[in-house]
């Protein structure tokens, strides 16, 4: 093998990434004549087809995918060094993209990324919310540095992450005051037939819900469902129904809302992961993120 020439390698890396050489020229600026001459150069370098047609798109050989994987890690160092080196510049804080899944309490997110605030290095945290898979997805690309979620990566996800269980927490059902004096007592089957506020139901909590009240026969009148987990809170906040939310944060919930806590809903937790690139954390702040929600907040 010839010694690998790195824009080749970027261009094979960017045609995995995007599926097709004619999306990837679309990224990198460069024509489809352009990009499949180099890629031709890489392949005969290494003496082995990268990809195989499948249909309109192009699939990686296997011989691609040990390949990709080393590219992965060579881009990733790449953006890490880049990183670093901006952070040296005098009053440049260190970037810090976080995916949060949309259906995580919003307090539950600050909790968890609140030490990473408290750092002697200055970090500034950017934040972006949304389904589980697309954060995936951007985590893969390297435009999110971690990963917050209530699960943990699905089974037969194609991307290179790794899972950091970060603790778990109870959940309690939460009701404006005027609800909860009216279901507060013999709870939780007072609950039966009463409003309540759920998560959708491809939500792990949900299902985790719908279990519960089959185990106890309860049957709550569902009043509306979310995705987003803030959007929740504000229509319990109304009285609109009960809800439930973690336990871990029910001063602040009970606060910030003007809601009374009913009580725990036994036998159910809610699991919080940081997805990260690295099986081996490095960035100061994810250590530090982690660390803190193991030790004090889920302790």
């Not at 020439?5 to 460069?30: C, D, K, M, P, Q």
């Not at 949304?130 to 194609?158: Q, Y």
């Not at 009374?260 to 690139?277: C, D, K, T, V």
């Amino acid at each position: 093998m010839r010694h690998l020439n790195y824009n080749h390698l970027l261009y094979f890396w960017t045609v995995a990434r995007e599926g097709s050489i004619a999306r990837a020229s679309e990224t990198l600026h460069l024509t489809p004549q352009t990009i499949s001459g180099q890629l031709k150069l890489l392949e005969e370098s290494i003496g082995q087809p990268l990809f195989q047609r499948v249909g309109r798109g192009l699939v990686l050989t296997d011989i691609g995918r040990v390949v990709n994987q080393y590219a992965d890690e060579i881009f990733s160092l790449g953006a890490e060094l880049t990183q670093r080196m901006r952070s040296k510049e005098p009053g440049t804080p260190v970037a810090l993209n976080v995916g949060i899944v949309n259906s995580i309490a919003k307090l539950i997110a600050y909790r968890i990324l609140e030490p990473a605030l408290k750092l002697d290095e200055q970090i500034q945290i950017v934040c972006t919310e949304g389904r589980l898979e697309n954060l995936l997805g951007n985590l893969a690309v390297h435009k999110l540095d971690l990963v917050i979620s209530d699960r943990s990566i699905p089974t037969g996800l194609n991307v290179k992450a790794y899972n950091h269980a970060l603790g778990e927490s109870t959940v309690s059902m939460f009701a404006q005051k005027r609800l909860a004096a009216r279901y507060s007592k013999n709870f939780p089957q007072s609950i039966d037939s009463a409003p309540v506020l759920l998560p959708i139901p491809t939500s792990p909590l949900r299902r985790s819900l719908e279990e519960f009240f089959d185990r106890e026969n309860i049957t709550p009148r569902i009043v509306a469902e979310f995705e987003d987990s803030a959007l929740l809170k504000a229509f319990g906040e109304a009285g609109a129904g009960l809800f439930p939310a973690p336990a871990a944060i029910t001063t602040q919930v009970e606060q910030m809302y003007q809601v009374r806590s009913l009580g725990e809903i036994g036998g159910i937790s809610e699991s919080y992961f940081a997805i990260s690139p690295e099986r081996k954390l490095k960035h100061p702040a994810v250590v530090e993120i982690t660390e803190s929600a193991r030790s004090r907040l889920f302790h």
